[in-house]
């Protein structure tokens, strides 16, 4: 599936949202690594990407060729400063209506309104692709991205108490939600 979209942020700049392309492997990379140094918030950490630049932009080709999934970058100055997707969740008949959601930015784009559009572009894309539900996790302690999601629509529907285990502070609390498509 296609997307292309440019906004403006709130600090007045451009930001050029479109699919990741196989061209975008090694700046993916790099920025995975950032975003994941950068927070305790994502699934793992920097030292833990089981991707190299070149596997990246298989993943990136990939997901440009698909009808059903996307890999979105966000360019600002042309240089990309995030990522966001979707996967389905499995094949199977019973889970196939099933999307799970995953974002990312570079701390020095955050609340310039980029997650919004990132999220909101995947949600349009997950209606387009025919899911029925668009699911994510988020950390409990993450409020302002759990303020974004349930204006968008999410809603939860449950939590884990030990979701993931931080090397800095114990253990964190998943917030599981979803959206209906």
């Known amino acids: 599936m296609k997307?292309?979209?440019?906004?403006?942020?709130?600090?007045g700049k451009d930001a050029y949202?479109?699919?990741?392309?196989?061209?975008?492997?090694?700046?993916?990379?790099?920025?995975?690594?950032?975003?994941?140094?950068?927070?305790?918030?994502l699934l793992s950490y920097s030292d833990e990407n089981s991707y190299n630049a070149?596997?990246?932009?298989?993943?990136?080709?990939?997901?440009?060729?698909?009808d059903n999934e996307i890999e979105i970058v966000a360019l600002v100055d042309g240089k990309i400063v995030g990522t966001a997707g979707f996967e389905r969740v499995g094949t199977k008949y019973k889970v196939r209506h099933r999307a799970e959601?995953?974002?990312?930015?570079?701390?020095?784009?955050?609340g310039l309104g980029l997650g919004r559009a990132l999220t909101s572009a995947c949600?349009?894309?997950?209606?387009?692709?025919?899911f029925a539900q668009l699911e994510?996790?988020?950390?409990?302690?993450?409020?302002?991205?759990?303020?974004?999601?349930?204006s968008l629509g999410f809603t939860e529907f449950g939590r884990n108490p030990?979701?993931?285990?931080?090397?800095f502070c114990g253990f964190q609390e998943l917030?599981?939600?979803?959206l209906g498509l």
Do not use: P
């Open 3 to 11: 997307f292309s979209q440019k906004i403006i942020l709130k600090n």
């Open 17 to 41: 949202l479109r699919n990741g392309e196989a061209s975008d492997g090694k700046a993916v990379f790099d920025v995975f690594n950032l975003t994941h140094e950068e927070t305790d918030f």
């Open 54 to 66: 070149e596997q990246e932009a298989a993943f990136l080709d990939e997901k440009a060729k698909s």
């Open 101 to 110: 959601f995953g974002i990312s930015i570079a701390k020095d784009y955050w």
């Open 123 to 130: 949600i349009q894309c997950a209606r387009e692709a025919g």
């Open 136 to 150: 994510l996790d988020v950390v409990a302690d993450n409020k302002r991205a759990i303020s974004m999601y349930k």
């Open 162 to 167: 030990k979701g993931f285990n931080s090397r």
């Open 175 to 178: 917030v599981y939600m979803r």
